[in-house]
Each structure stands twice: as C-alpha cells, then as structure tokens.
C-alpha cells in the first residue's frame, strides 16, 4: 500500500532522473558543489536508506535510488577535482 514517503519519493524519483540528464549535458554542473555539504547530504541519504530497509520501506528506497547515484556522482566528480588540484 502507498503511504505519502512513497509519494513525495515519487517526486525525488523523478528529479533524480532530470538531475542526471542535467548533468550529463553539462558536465561542468559537477564540480559547482560544495564538497563537504555534499558529502554529508551523500552520508544521510545512505541512513535514511538503510532505515528505509530497515522499516520495510522497499517502495521508497527504490525511488530514492536515482538521486542517490546523482550525489554520488557529484561526490566523485569533487574527488576527482580536488586530486587535479593537489597534483
């Protein structure tokens, strides 16, 4: 049965798709993001997850998947940057 977390993930499942077609036109998107906010936003995400298997919440952790992989990418992306300036 849907309850409205499944519904409002909906939303972030469908942003999480536009956010990735953002991004692969632009790849310079990537790297505009402050590297430790989106490490932390990547971390709670990873909990929220984990709670949502947790509680049986299978629906909304498959929805919430795509924006997940954004941030990850994004987390990536910054890793990436930060190494070609340490260099």
């Known amino acids: 049965m849907l309850n409205t977390l499944d519904v409002g993930n909906f939303f972030l499942f469908v942003s999480g798709f536009l956010m990735i077609y953002t ?3 632009d790849r310079k ?3 505009g993001y ?3 906010g989106t490490l932390m936003l990547a971390t709670g995400i990873t909990f929220v997850m984990i709670f949502y298997l947790q509680e049986g919440y299978y629906i909304s952790t498959f929805l919430t998947l795509p924006n997940y992989f954004y941030w990850i990418v994004v987390l990536t992306a910054l890793i990436q ?3 070609k300036i340490a260099k």
């Open 34 to 36: 402050n590297f430790i």
């Open 81 to 83: 940057k930060r190494r």
């Open 29 to 31: 998107v990537l790297t």
């Open 23 to 25: 991004a692969y036109k």
